[in-house]
């Protein structure tokens, strides 16, 4: 059975940073484009970044440009959010998401196009 489970979610305080991880059970990552997301209250939930599943292309939302990196443990079948320079706004519940349908070398932010989804943790950035 497919199954994401994300962790690493915290409160933080702005400027500083969290890794946040996404283990993949019932399949290997190199078949799935893996996508982060998140929802503010109040807020639809939008595509944060996401790594193909060849592992050789990513993508970012402009406001995480720079400040968010994503990358994987092919080994632990895990996918890592990493960031960095935190601000309130990037406050919210990130899911993980599996897309089964994305070509090898490509991956997109749109919630429509993933399948799969992890139950969500929540980072909190606030002093």
């Known amino acids: 059975q497919l199954q994401l489970v994300e962790s690493g979610g915290d409160l933080v305080q702005p400027g500083g940073s969290l890794r946040l991880s996404c283990a993949a059970s019932?399949?290997?990552?190199?078949?799935?484009?893996i996508g982060w997301f998140r929802q503010a209250p109040g807020k639809e939930r939008e595509g944060v970044s996401c790594?193909?599943?060849?592992?050789?292309?990513?993508n970012f939302v402009d406001s995480v440009k720079g400040r968010f990196t994503i990358s994987r443990d092919i080994a632990k079948n895990t996918v890592y959010l990493q960031m960095s320079s935190l601000k309130p706004e990037d406050t919210a519940v990130y899911y993980c998401?599996?897309?089964?349908?994305?070509?090898?070398?490509?991956?997109?932010?749109?919630?429509?196009?993933?399948?799969?989804w992890g139950q969500g943790t929540q980072v909190t950035v606030s002093s």
């Open positions: 790594i193909s599943s060849s592992g050789g292309s990513t």
């Open positions: 019932g399949f290997p990552l190199d078949y799935y484009a």
């Open positions: 998401a599996a897309d089964v349908s994305a070509v090898q070398n490509m991956c997109v932010l749109g919630p429509p196009d993933y399948t799969y």
